[in-house]
């Protein structure tokens, strides 16, 4: 019989550290096998765009997944959750269902932990300052998660509604993280360290020359080609990572500066499944900027959901 795996049961079972040393045993070992992620516009009557991803996985002979997500840009303005999604997790052996997963908790999960795992090979190991800039679904997850890596004494939360912050900022201030609110997005940046970027921007909202010497930035939120967190220069001037070459290329932060010609392909340095292998030491010194640039990858959905299945059973 199947499971129904719901939000709480996910956090609880995907804990930080334990999900970050699953991604990096899966990158490192499990040959996975997933089709390119379709991505789907959808024209809604108001005129405005919505997205239906959809992205299978699977290992031969052990399990095969598929998510489905919508993305409602829209949803915002209207206090509702942007990005909204759902897991089946099937046995890759016999075809039978195993579980249905509550997906905006994998999602949130799985992207934050992938971030880390890159943070945790590309930050300096004397990062301090934190700096997340966003205030949606994945905020409390990405400074949870990369603080799970580092020691940071500082973790600051920026975000186009001041309160909306102090919000998030306050919520972390609970987990026990020494977060505060940041009210100038340059002077943070420029103070930062990390940079982790969880918005829906379609213009650069993160510049080149405010990020200093040796700082390391990790973008997420723009998943497609007409989606951009940052500007040429903060690519131009850094060391380029990226969770995988198809899917990080197609996203707006590397797809117009090569479109532009600004950077080449060779300018993407190394992916995930080749740091976590060492196949890559990662930057090549402590003055070097680097960025990770990520677009979601169904391999770590499916060794989330597996974590989370397990977790459940053995529970």
Known sequence: MSSMIGHDAIETALGWPELIAQLRDWYRDKAVQAPDRQVLTIDQPDGSEASLLVMPAWVPG???????????PENAAKGRPTINAGYLLFDGETGQMQAALDGDALTARRTAAA????????????ARNLLVVGTGQLSLAVAAAH??????????????????AAAVAAALRKQGLPAQPASDLETACRAAD??????????PIIHGEWLKAGSHLDL????????????????????VFVDLRAGASLAGDLAAPLEAGRITADHIRADLAELCRGEHKGRSDDTVRTVFKSAGMALQDLAAANMACDHTISG
């Open 62 to 72: 052990d399990s095969i997944g598929v998510k489905v997500v919508t993305f409602f």
């Open 115 to 126: 971030s880390a795992l890159a943070a945790d090979v590309l930050a300096r190991k004397d």
């Open 147 to 164: 603080s799970a890596v580092r020691s940071y004494t500082s973790v600051s939360i920026w975000g186009r509604n001041s309160d909306k």
């Open 194 to 203: 990390v940079i982790s970027t969880v918005t829906a921007s379609t213009r």
């Open 220 to 239: 997420i939120g723009a998943f497609k080609g007409d989606m951009r967190e940052s500007d040429d220069q903060a690519i131009m001037q850094a060391e």
